[in-house]
């Protein structure tokens, strides 16, 4: 097993601040579809092995609700295997989909096709702003895969099934969105593998002298 | 006489991109305060009569320092620099008493703008 690989404390900062500016454009887009104040915290970022990724989706917001709903995709940048790539984890609560359905005045009853749809299209929208967001001020760019569901209405200790880390590290970046004065939470997790770790030790080395 | 100005961010980045975007001929004697209760802590020992202020911040955010400038009614103005883009986030900040909202990242143009278009410089 490799060691765990880590940041400097400047590369760790200029990646907190790369990834919250993301994060603000990826809540904003939100925020434009379901017209509702979209509550952003602090993203936590750390290093995580295979062994960690259970306790990872364990403890995002979204799944203290009883079952939850995920939809997964996949990225990568035009560098290919030794750029920025990695797996993209969407998990809404379940109370997300009722507030959802309100909030995008659908009028007909929400059947679990139509929650996919939901779930897909919220998806698309918290994904490609966020990644596009950190991607474009690496100065590089992402293809992705088409989602899929990962899982829909389980326990989150189902999800978790499966969700297995292939890599022997990865770096996790999360980041929560709520509206207020909603039961809407979903979590994005992304996982981007150790050589995307040494990828991106690079290029904020780079930001960072350019300061 | 240099005017107290404070930078309050959580991000040793962002601080330093604000400090550098600052108008070269600007006399100001720049504070860092690194989340909202350093910063309010400063405002109140006058090292903040002018004051960029993030939103997403540990222990208290940028709201919680608007809100206790207002309550305390100190002096000073203050503008927020955050990643917070949503409409609504300016608007709250402007309801709270902020001067203007500029999206991060900062750079020296956008800044100078809205300085100059408050007469700040």
Known sequence: MNELKVFTEDQRDCLQEIVNIAMGSAGDSLARVVETFVRLSIPKIRTIRPNDMASALVSLSSSESDTVSAVRQSFQCDKGQDGLRGEALVVFSQESFQDLAELMAYDEILTPEAEQELLLDISNILNGACLNGIASQLSTSLSYSPPSILGQGMPVDELVQREALTWDQALSVEINYSLENRSFSCDLLLLMPGSSIDYLCIKLEELIEED | MAIPL???????????????????????????????????????GGKGEMVFLDLTMPEMDGYGVLEAVKKENLKCIIIVISADIQPEARDRVMTLGALDFIKKPINSEKLAEVLSRYGLL
């Open chain 2, 6 to 44: 404070l930078i309050c961010d959580d991000s040793n980045m962002a601080r330093k991109q604000v400090k550098r975007a600052l108008p070269e001929s600007w006399d100001v004697d720049v504070t860092f305060a690194t989340n909202g209760i350093e910063g309010i802590d400063a405002i109140r």
